[in-house]
């Protein structure tokens, strides 16, 4: 194995390895929480659903993605290349869709009394849940036809005309039919990122209004920031953090999709860009929620008394 093949692989293990113990973390901190006495809020559930989209999408794209770069290619059969391939855009899909729902959620949130959002506001949290149904069946509809144009490289079909991508391959089309299949997928991204954006410029606005009008009182009294502001920051933060990783992964994934015949560098790139976002989300939200106990740091090193599962 070269030393190029060899730096990648430990590459895509390791960004794998640090995603999925990071997801599971977050994940299993969530499912505990459902069993105790403390109620969920309707920002946790939709984090949770946003870290299964991550662990979802790290599994299926990190795994098969690390072994064909140390050079197993040929493990997946056709039917497992199409599943992986499957699973990988629904996680990915349910992973941007919930920071869409939980930014508008937040926008509405912390949205003034007195605003036309009032009604809304008090109607909001029952809307959460068939949000996040409607996310996972949207998803699931949108990249059905995906796996149709797949095979494993392990096929034996004599397929001339095809892109290969490491560990499966996918039948070239024309620009037509092409243009038409990546519009009908990015359709549900592009909607996502216009409602994100503004959700983001609204709560940014709010935020602003807010500081300026109880600034004194916030001198005299205390230093520290309400609850709501915490947790909008949080999101402004996983909001900024997405849409960096995410500009950055659709130029490459454009670059892809015009290429003919992709060189291996363009192919990890952009599989490297594509599994940031879901590697570093679980652990911005647990460095912000004061309610994640340091148990789920436990395998870095920092560890904190577990008695705190209690107190929440």
């Not at 299964?52 to 064909?68: D, K, W, Y």
Request: overall charge positive; glycine content about 4%.
């Amino acid at each position: 194995m070269a030393n190029r093949e060899l730096a990648v692989g430990l590459v895509f293990l390791t960004q794998t390895t640090v995603g999925i113990l990071g997801n599971f973390s977050l994940l299993c901190h969530y499912v505990l929480l459902s069993f105790t006495d403390y109620r969920l809020k309707s920002t946790d559930f939709i984090h949770k659903h946003l870290t299964v989209g991550n662990f979802l999408s790290l599994l299926c794209r990190g795994v098969p993605q690390t072994m064909a770069a140390f050079g197993w290619k040929h493990i997946l059969s056709h039917f497992g290349c199409k599943l992986l391939f499957f699973l990988h855009r629904v996680g990915r899909g349910v992973s941007i869709g919930s920071i869409c729902i939980v930014s508008v959620y937040q926008a509405i949130t912390i949205s003034p009394r007195n605003s036309w959002w009032a009604e809304l506001k008090v109607k909001a949290p029952k809307y959460v849940v068939p949000s996040i149904i409607l996310c996972w069946m949207l998803q699931m509809l949108v990249n059905v036809i995906f796996p149709l144009y797949l095979t494993s490289t392990s096929s034996e079909k004599n397929i001339t005309n095809k892109k290969d991508f490491g560990y499966c391959s996918s039948v070239r089309h024309d620009k037509t039919s092409a243009s038409l299949y990546a519009a009908l997928l990015s359709f549900p991204d592009v909607l996502c990122l216009g409602l994100m954006l503004w959700a983001s410029s609204t709560m940014v606005l709010i935020l602003y209004r807010h500081k300026k009008r109880v600034q004194h009182i916030r001198r005299t009294i205390s230093s520290r920031s309400s609850p709501e502001s915490r947790a909008t920051k949080t999101i402004l933060l996983l909001l900024s953090t997405f849409v960096y990783f995410y500009t950055l992964s659709s130029v490459f994934q454009v670059v892809l999709s015009l290429s003919d015949n992709p060189s291996g560098v363009l192919l990890n790139i952009t599989a490297i860009m594509a599994m940031c976002f879901p590697t570093v989300s679980p652990y911005l939200l647990m460095s912000r929620d004061p309610k994640v106990p340091r148990l789920c740091f436990a395998w870095a090193g920092n560890i904190k008394s577990p008695h705190l599962m209690r107190n929440m």
